[in-house]
Nanobody, 115 residues
Framework: QVQVVESGGGLVQAGGSLRLSCAVSGSILPVLTMGWYRQAPGKQRDLVATITSDGVTNYADSVKGRFTISRDNHKNTMYLQMNNLKPEDTALYSC?????????WGQGTQVTVSS
């Protein structure tokens, strides 16, 4: 059974940085499109960034220029480097891996940005 585990969340002041990690078991990560999503309390879950198996990236407008998504297929891990964090970035960040009928989600890691 594939497991998806996020880590790296925490409390940071505005302007600070965090690096999130997403580890996927089963050596399946290389074929998956990977993505980060976030959900703030009382709001819908939104796409933050995605990266295809070929390394093509896509970002939400709100994080362009501040966040960088990357992947290390040898380590079966995906990352999200978040710089210049803002209070509005506060949310539960979840990792997703998908390809055709395969769709895997992690439990999420909380990011809280104080003003």
């Amino acid at each position: 059974q594939v497991q998806v585990v996020e880590s790296g969340g925490g409390l940071v002041q505005a302007g600070g940085s965090l690096r999130l990690s997403c580890a996927v078991s089963g050596s399946i990560l290389p074929v998956l499109t990977m993505g980060w999503y976030r959900q703030a309390p009382g709001k819908q879950r939104d796409l933050v960034a995605t990266i295809t198996s070929d390394g093509v990236t896509n970002y939400a407008d709100s994080v362009k220029g501040r966040f960088t998504i990357s992947r290390d297929n040898h380590k079966n891990t995906m990352y999200l480097q978040m710089n210049n964090l803002k209070p509005e970035d506060t949310a539960l960040y979840s990792c997703r891996g998908n390809k055709l009928q395969l769709d895997y989600w992690g439990q999420g890691t909380q990011v809280t940005v104080s003003s």
